[in-house]
T-cell receptor, first 114, second 111 residues
């Protein structure tokens, strides 16, 4: 596609529920990143995929968070037993080579846990 | 731990002036530094990248400097326009391909 697509754009869920956030990166971009951004803060790294494998998942806050990218394209961020503190904008980015071209971000999914 | 500091106070300038934003960092030796623009409700947009062995980079009305001794980058927008109003984020990277972002500085350009 022309850009990075994230769905849904907004998600409201009840505390304790399970949510899935989807990211469709730019075609041909092998690197895919998930970040989380709270109000007034910069994006905070969660996980980085190179192809199908998670090259770095050191930013996932705990084992309630999990992400997959089974075919090296679309990725899904999964959050189990959601907590109110999980409320944030979840940003996905893809890149051909971030050391040259930077990241291309999607518009994010705003997750609200009530 | 690694720390990136950007001025949390908004920068308010008159149209036509040069805007200068600062990014300072500690406990880190980045291989490169990037600047992004973020508008409300949107994801950040990549603007410029400068490497540790480069002192200055320009792109149209934008200029970035990178001083690894001072651990500082300056981001300049010359002949600023109201359309330049946004939040500007600096981000540091190394060979891990992971970027660490600052919290951003909001720029407001008055007509």
């Amino acid at each position: 596609g022309a850009g990075v697509s994230q769905t849904p754009s907004n998600k409201v869920t009840e505390k304790g529920k399970y949510v899935e956030l989807r990211c469709d990166p730019i075609s041909g971009h092998t690197a895919l990143y998930w970040y989380r951004q709270s109000l007034g803060q910069g994006p905070e790294f969660l996980i980085y995929f190179q192809g199908t494998g998670a090259a770095d998942d050191s930013g996932l806050p705990n084992d309630r968070f999990f992400a997959v990218r089974p075919e090296g394209s679309v990725s899904t961020l999964k959050i189990q037993r959601t907590e109110r503190g999980d409320s944030a904008v979840y940003l996905c980015a893809s890149s051909l080579d971030s050391t040259v071209y930077g990241y291309t971000f999607g518009s994010g999914t705003r997750l609200t846990v009530v | 731990s690694q720390k990136i500091e950007q001025n949390s106070e908004a920068l308010n300038i008159q149209e036509g002036k040069t805007a200068t934003l600062t990014c300072n960092y500690t406990n880190y030796s980045p291989a490169y530094l990037q600047w992004y623009r973020q508008d409300p409700g949107r994801g950040p947009v990549f603007l410029l990248l400068i490497r540790e062995n480069e002192k200055e980079k320009r792109k149209e009305r934008l200029k970035v400097t990178f001083d690894t001794t001072l651990k500082q980058s300056l981001f300049h927008i010359t002949a600023s326009q109201p359309a330049d109003s946004a939040t500007y984020l600096c981000a540091l990277g190394d060979s891990s391909y992971k970027l660490i972002f600052g919290s951003g500085t909001r720029l407001l350009v008055r007509p």
